[in-house]
Nanobody, 119 residues
Framework: VQLVESGGGLVQAGGSLRLSCTASGFTFDDYAIGWFRQAPGKEREGVVCHSSDDDSTHYVDSVKGRFTISSDNAKNTVYLQMNSLKPDDTAVYYC?????????????WGQGTQVTVSS
């Protein structure tokens, strides 16, 4: 079982990036998928989570209207489209999977991908 993120990089403020999270060994159908981030010297923060049990999506206030989570079930991949990026968005971004609900413990984690937003 593995989650692999990709798509991070260096972008100027106002730019966009799309992160990908591809699963192997299980399918996303029965799992809630969350994106988290951790900036240097800060605690890990939940960015967005989509629950499979009730098809709900929850964004942290700081990214609402700028970030969008989506999925391609055929590719077993979840995406995080990040627009209007700000320097404060600089962090290592992780995807994680929890059984059914965002409120359940996250069983699987990716290795992370670095996002750096320059001012």
């Amino acid at each position: 079982v593995q989650l692999v993120e990709s798509g991070g990089g260096l972008v100027q403020a106002g730019g966009s990036l799309r992160l990908s999270c591809t699963a192997s060994g299980f399918t996303f159908d029965d799992y809630a998928i969350g994106w988290f981030r951790q900036a240097p010297g800060k605690e890990r923060e939940g960015v967005v989570c989509h629950s499979s049990d009730d098809d709900s999506t929850h964004y942290v206030d700081s990214v609402k209207g700028r970030f969008t989570i989506s999925s391609d079930n055929a590719k077993n991949t979840v995406y995080l489209q990040m627009n209007s990026l700000k320097p404060d968005d600089t962090a290592v971004y992780y995807c994680a999977a929890a059984l059914s609900s965002c409120h359940n413990p996250y069983d699987y984690w990716g290795q992370g991908t670095q996002v750096t937003v320059s001012s």
